[in-house]
């Protein structure tokens, strides 16, 4: 295992940390032999939050009693002062912890927003709070739009952002990671495998791994999937292995979708996963879990060709901050899957 220093917390951490979002809704023991075994092989960073249904709790049941090995790292998604002092208290309480290292303000994607929270009667003042009463040492934020992470950094108030970085996310290299560097802010990067649409999987982590975050912050819920994602990052990349990396993330990131979620479609079409799984699938084909999603949402991308308010003005793109060809897209991941099936 490596371990790196987060950026200005000074805190030394290993590079790959145990994301525990999807360990709700399983048995709790293997929640238990997961979340050990990666203690037990070097894994020091631990991440969750409060909205992630009950898996607070289950670190607190799990492993509260290692809880010097680890470097913990929460997050609240309430943007008042007073509601996110409780959700704090609530989180020690759920983890059996009297501190978190790190309380990060979560999934902040609109300015209005950051406004709200760093406000005087707003979410940040609790943590500042909490952090003079030593129930956190750190403060951090996490968001899907890298440069606006980049412009709310630039207040000064957080010590690490948390940010996707995969192959078919790699836009924080260019609108974010520069100023992290220049600023010495801890730089974690999420969701390697975008939520099981990126493959092949080794390449997706090794992505991940070539990149100047510090902790690349994989979701994992059995002790195989530990055991694959400590395999993966067992060789150290070279020159050559990056720039390979670098090239395909550029081809795989074509299609411009941030995840920031300001779409929305009346069908109910997931456009950012229609977006990333459908350039995955022409570079690699049909596989996984992309095949699946692609495949069972077909009938709604027809829909989409034929309905009728999108024709001169797509609903969608309205709102899209990047201004993609969402609609295009869309259509074409239709078409594609429509000739395979011929094919
Ligand atoms: S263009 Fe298609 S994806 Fe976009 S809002 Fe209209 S129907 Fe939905
Ligand atoms: S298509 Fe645009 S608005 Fe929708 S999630 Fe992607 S970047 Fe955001």
Same mark, same amino acid.
């Given at each position: 295992m490596q371990y790196t220093m987060l950026g200005r917390t000074g805190e030394k951490v290993s590079r790959l940390g145990f %994301? $525990? *979002?999807? #360990? &709700? %809704?399983q048995d709790l023991e293997i929640s238990r032999r997961a979340l050990n075994y990666a203690l037990d092989h070097g894994i020091?960073? !631990?991440?969750?939050? $409060? $909205? @992630?249904?009950?898996?607070?709790?289950i670190i607190g049941e799990t492993i509260s009693h290692?809880?010097?090995e680890f470097f913990l790292a929460t997050k609240t998604q309430k943007r008042h002062y007073k509601e996110a002092r409780e959700e704090i208290e609530r989180s020690l309480k759920r983890m059996k912890t009297d501190h978190v290292d790190l #309380?990060? *303000?979560?999934? =902040?994607? @609109?300015p209005s927003e950051f406004k709200e929270l760093s406000d005087v009667e707003g979410a940040l003042e609790a943590a500042i709070r909490a952090k003079e009463e030593g129930k956190v040492r750190y403060i951090g934020i996490t968001g899907h739009r890298p440069e606006l992470l980049a412009k709310w950094l630039g207040t000064g108030h957080f010590d690490t952002v948390l940010f996707h970085? /995969? #192959?078919v996310q790699r836009f924080a290299i260019d609108d974010l990671v520069p100023f992290c560097l220049e600023n010495n802010i801890g730089m974690i990067g999420m969701k390697p495998l975008s939520g099981g649409f990126v493959q092949p999987v080794e390449k997706a982590l090794r992505f991940s791994y070539s990149t100047d975050v510090h902790v690349v912050l994989s979701g994992m819920k059995t002790e195989e999937e530990v055991k694959a994602n400590l395999a993966a990052l067992e060789m150290k990349i070279d020159p050559e292995e990056k720039n390979e990396l670098a090239g395909l993330a550029e081809v795989l990131s074509a299609h411009g979708c941030r995840r920031c979620n300001y779409? +929305?479609? &009346? #069908?109910? !079409?997931?456009? &950012?996963?229609? *977006? !990333? +799984? /459908? !350039? =995955?699938h022409r570079k690699y084909g049909l596989a996984d879990k992309g095949t699946r999603f692609l495949e069972k949402h077909q009938d709604l991308y027809q829909q989409c060709a034929e309905y009728e308010p999108c024709r001169e003005q797509p609903l969608c793109q309205q709102d899209c901050p990047y201004h993609l060809p969402i609609r295009e897209t869309v259509i074409a991941a239709g078409n594609e899957l429509a000739a395979n099936k011929h094919n």
């Open positions: %994301g $525990a *979002m999807n #360990l &709700p %809704g020091t960073y !631990i991440d969750t939050a $409060a $909205a @992630y249904r009950n898996s607070e709790e290692r809880r010097q #309380l990060q *303000m979560h999934y =902040v994607n @609109y970085m /995969s #192959l779409c +929305s479609c &009346p #069908l109910e !079409i997931r456009i &950012p996963d229609t *977006m !990333i +799984s /459908s !350039i =995955v």
